[in-house]
């Protein structure tokens, strides 16, 4: 019974090695994604206070920073392995295609 223990305990080890071993190399195209994605949500919060003064010309363009930084994020996830994530983004960029509109910025 020991041997079969020790097996199942070797190969854990050896799995989660393994695992930590991968997610340790994704780990840098993840952080740039991530930093993307909290420059685009300051963005963001910069196009409302921009709107809330009625600085229209650089809502669009802030706007327009926004999405790059989205895709760059998407970008960035994709090649981490997070395409889970990078879906997730389309819904971010339909809402800022809205607020495009409602900005009239296209």
Same mark, same amino acid.
């Given at each position: 019974?020991?041997?079969?223990?020790?097996?199942?305990?070797?190969?854990?080890?050896?799995?989660?090695?393994?695992?930590?071993?991968?997610?340790?190399?994704?780990?840098?195209?993840?952080?740039?994604?991530?930093?993307?994605?909290?420059?685009?949500?300051?963005?963001?919060?910069?196009?409302?206070?921009?709107?809330?003064?009625?600085?229209?010309?650089?809502?669009?363009?802030?706007?327009?920073?926004? *999405?790059?930084?989205?895709?760059?994020?998407?970008?960035?996830?994709?090649?981490? *392995?997070?395409?889970?994530?990078?879906?997730?983004?389309?819904?971010?960029?339909? *809402?800022?295609?809205?607020?495009?509109?409602?900005?009239?910025?296209?």
């Amino acid at each position: 019974m020991l041997p079969s223990g020790l097996a199942k305990t070797a190969f854990a080890g050896a799995f989660s090695l393994l695992a930590l071993t991968s997610s340790a190399l994704a780990l840098p195209a993840c952080l740039e994604a991530q930093r993307k994605v909290d420059e685009a949500n300051a963005l963001r919060f910069q196009a409302r206070q921009e709107a809330r003064l009625g600085n229209h010309d650089r809502v669009c363009d802030t706007l327009d920073e926004v *999405g790059d930084r989205y895709d760059d994020a998407r970008d960035a996830f994709e090649r981490c *392995g997070e395409g889970v994530v990078a879906i997730d983004l389309r819904s971010e960029l339909r *809402g800022l295609r809205i607020a495009k509109k409602i900005n009239r910025c296209d």
